[in-house]
């Protein structure tokens, strides 16, 4: 007996049933949640392929999976990444320190509504991938259409993410 496919309620993928568990705070299904650790896995075997896209896949991924039990601040943090990357051209390597000083700077993180319109792409696209090559075109593919969709709230991210190199004593 079959099962009727189910779909990850953050970024829409469609998977079959599975009997998995999540319990970690993004908005994922278990079987979405397996498919984004094989990708991480195959970024940490590749160093080339950790220095060239890792960070993205990460915001990219904790991005399309903001809504249900997901943190403000962590919705908040990635969709910086994205922007230092994608809209500043940040090497990704260098975006952890920048989020960190950020995540240090701010108190109180705005709660940003979820995009009408969600990314087709999904970190299933980045899965597909057969080469090193391939993965990373990939996941500047998805990780470029989740920041577009966002795109409503691009302003509020620039603000938040001109708060990264503040003081944390300079507050209101
Ligand atoms: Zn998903």
């Given at each position: ?65 903001a ?46 509504e979820l995009p009408a319109q969600r990314a ?29 969709s966002w795109k409503e709230h ?19």
């Amino acid at each position: 007996m079959s099962s009727a496919p189910t779909r990850c309620p953050g970024c829409g993928f469609e998977h079959p049933a599975g009997t998995g568990v999540y319990e970690g705070y993004y908005h994922a299904s278990p079987e979405c949640w397996n498919v984004f650790l094989q990708v991480m896995t195959r970024e940490y075997e590749d160093a080339v392929l950790f220095g060239q896209v890792h960070q993205l896949s990460v915001d990219a991924y904790a991005v399309q999976h903001a809504g249900g039990p997901h943190p403000d601040k962590s919705v908040c943090i990635h969709l910086v990444g994205l922007y230092w990357t994608l809209e500043r051209g940040v090497a990704p390597p260098d975006v952890p320190r920048r989020l960190q000083a950020l995540a240090a700077n701010v108190e109180r993180w705005p709660h940003l509504e979820l995009p009408a319109q969600r990314a087709a792409l999904t970190v299933a696209h980045v899965a597909d991938a057969d080469t090193p090559s391939e993965h990373a075109r990939n996941v500047r593919a998805w990780s470029s259409e989740v920041w577009a969709s966002w795109k409503e709230h691009h302003a509020a991210v620039a603000q938040l993410a001109q708060r990264t190199f503040e003081a944390v004593s300079s507050g209101a």
